[in-house]
T-cell receptor, first 114, second 113 residues
Framework: SAVISQKPSRDICQRGTSLTIQCQVDSQVTMMFWYRQQPGQSLTLIATANQGSEATYESGFVIDKFPISRPNLTFSTLTVSNMSPEDSSIYLC???????????FGSGTQLSVL | AQSVSQHNHHVILSEAASLELGCNYSYGGTVNLFWYVQYPGQHLQLLLKYFSGDPLVKGIKGFEAEFIKSKFSFNLRKPSVQWSDTAEYFCAVESRGDDKIIFGKGTRLHILP
């Protein structure tokens, strides 16, 4: 199984600022995923991050708002840019195992935007 | 685009009651199906999965789920729930070859002691 460390675990931010969330995995993984879980909602996939290429964004999410870096096979960052209260959510990093059979999740970042 | 529907948002049961949580998906192709559970204050974790073979899948902690292809359903069951099953349960679908998993909105299960 993969162990995923996510930082920060929570933050309270002012409107208009940006926050970068880090995701560190204890093993090399090909695909990393960023999800958002808004209050009372399900997990929504933001983007898929592959090492060495640009992230693939889902409908409703754009790179200018959620830039992603994937510098190597064990690390990724998600930035939430120009934040508004609607961005208040839990952001989750996840990875697939080598066989692609299971998603492992980080503990999440609880973001509150004032 | 694929989607996942969970019929119940909030379920309250007494201990020893039987549980069935509904899940339907919309996708015409071949899928992999999952149930994830999130206990209070913990990470999401895999409860069980279906890839192929026997459509009745057994997972951890006495849970099982049945894939009924004709109904596009993957309902989660447990014959006798325990207080420790209090958690949020998410059904999820992955279309084969797509490499991304789509989640339902979740069902919050509350077991009364």
């Amino acid at each position: 199984s993969a162990v995923i460390s996510q930082k920060p675990s929570r933050d309270i931010c002012q409107r208009g600022t940006s926050l970068t969330i880090q995701c560190q995995v204890d093993s090399q993984v090909t695909m990393m995923f960023w999800y958002r879980q808004q209050p009372g909602q399900s997990l929504t996939l933001i983007a898929t991050a592959n090492q060495g290429s640009e992230a693939t964004y889902e409908s409703g999410f754009v790179i200018d708002k959620f830039p992603i870096s994937r510098p190597n096979l064990t690390f990724s960052t998600l930035t939430v840019s120009n934040m508004s209260p609607e961005d208040s959510s839990i952001y989750l990093c996840s990875v697939s195992d080598r066989l692609g059979e299971k998603l492992f999740f980080g503990s999440g970042t609880q973001l509150s935007v004032l | 685009a694929q989607s996942v529907s969970q019929h119940n948002h909030h379920v309250i049961l007494s201990e020893a009651a039987s549980l069935e949580l509904g899940c339907n998906y919309s996708y015409g192709g071949t899928v992999n199906l999952f149930w994830y559970v999130q206990y209070p204050g913990q990470h999401l974790q895999l409860l069980l999965k279906y890839f192929s073979g026997d459509p009745l899948v057994k997972g951890i902690k006495g849970f099982e789920a049945e894939f009924i292809k004709s109904k596009f359903s993957f309902n989660l069951r447990k014959p006798s729930v325990q207080w420790s099953d209090t958690a949020e349960y998410f059904c999820a679908v992955e279309s084969r070859g797509d490499d991304k998993i789509i989640f339902g909105k979740g069902t919050r299960l509350h077991i009364l002691p």
